[in-house]
């Protein structure tokens, strides 16, 4: 199959009138100009989006149902992590052994229950806990658990950063008071991301002692970012893109009632109110969970905030599946899938292909 793109976006530049052929999922090759029998992409196309931290969408729970995935593959994103809010152990790896992948989810982000009490947020604090080794292997074990989030700070937080990056876990330090010194202790037992920056930690990230002013200014940390214009105002993003630019990981942190209306919903077991498509706990107030999607982000990030297309790709697209180590997706190239997204002019979505194949 060959598709004819006037313009392909991607992590490292832009190229026009190009026409990419796909075989068996995968792109074959990119060859200037149009070929006849080519189907015509009418718009930018940039590669699917990859969303490292998501808890649902469309009414279904990542955690529990496939569906969540197929809601989030309609509005590009072709590589994502299913997300788990803390839960006890039993009843994270009795989901884990039973959880069904949608098409586009390669694996799942544990983000509980190993934070901190000070910085929970929408996580029941009576679920939180300190690693043991012996629970850490039987997370591994499932080969499912792709990334975890961890509060360097708590007993037992470094060595199980250290045994879970020796198995192929991205570790992301979050929902955390970490000081500076353990942020760098949790960096050399092998910490590579901050789970959503700016939520759920401290806040001033003019000071380097904290975990945010570690992580912006004195780190090389990849960092995720919630681009809602609510979680982080728009105006302290633009702080961070400038400190950080080359180390955004944009994700949704969407809840299972992303793309749902206005109304009262369940965060794993805590009950939540959305108004204006901005959800919190019904008790205590905090944010819990975003109804954001890839596109809506990543239209905000060009749009809004006058990040280029190539940056935002980057951001979007190419950087978390390095972080993922997933090396057959983020980027159009040859021997990529051949998953990307049709852009119109104002960065709308307009059409996902999920290897070569339309999603509708
Ligand atoms: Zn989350």
């Known amino acids: 199959m060959k598709f004819f793109a006037p313009q392909i976006i991607t992590g490292s530049g832009v190229q026009k009138e190009r026409t990419i052929q796909v075989e068996n999922g995968l792109i074959t090759s990119i060859d200037f100009g149009s070929a006849a029998d080519a189907i015509n992409l009418n718009g930018s196309v940039i590669p699917g989006f990859v969303d490292i931290h998501c808890h649902g969408g469309g009414g279904f729970d990542s955690s529990v149902d496939p569906r969540a995935g197929e809601f989030h593959l309609k509005t590009g994103t072709t590589t994502m992590l299913a997300s788990f809010v803390s839960e006890p152990i039993n009843s994270i790896v009795a989901k884990l052994e039973k959880l069904e992948f949608a098409r586009n989810v390669i694996g799942v982000h544990l983000e509980g229950p190993y934070i901190s009490h ?25 080969k499912k658990v792709k990334h975890i989030t961890i509060a360097p700070e708590i007993e037992g937080a470094l060595d199980a950063i250290k045994y879970l990056s020796q198995n192929e876990v991205l570790v992301a330090i979050g929902h955390s008071a970490a000081n500076s010194d353990v942020v760098n202790l949790a960096i050399d037992n092998g910490a590579k991301i901050v789970t959503h920056l700016y939520n759920g930690m401290k806040k001033d990230y003019s000071d380097k002692s904290t975990l945010i002013g570690s992580a912006l200014h004195d780190s090389n940390l ?43 919903y369940l965060l794993g077991e805590l ?62 190239a040859i021997g990529k899938k051949a998953n990307f997204l049709v852009m119109n002019d104002e960065w709308q979505l307009k059409q996902v292909y999920f290897e070569g194949e339309l999603v509708s």
Do not use: W
Request: some cysteine.
């Open 271 to 332: 009950p939540v109110q959305v108004v204006d498509q901005v959800a919190r706990l019904k008790t205590g107030g905090a944010l819990a969970g975003s109804t954001l999607t890839m596109d809506k982000a990543f239209a905000t990030a060009i749009n809004l905030l006058g990040i280029n297309p190539v940056d935002a790709v980057q951001m979007y697209c190419t950087r978390p599946a390095f972080y993922l180590a997933a090396k057959n997706v983020g980027d159009i």
């Open 118 to 142: 000070a910085h929970c947020g929408a996580h029941k604090a009576e679920y939180l806990t300190n690693p043991i080794k012996s629970d850490l292997e039987k997370f591994v074990a499932t």
């Open 222 to 264: 990849g960092l995720e970012l919630i681009l809602d214009g609510v979680h982080v105002p728009l105006q302290i993003i633009k702080d961070i893109i400038a400190a950080a630019n080359t180390r955004i990981i944009g994700i949704t942190d969407a809840a299972p009632f992303a793309g749902q209306v206005d109304g009262e």
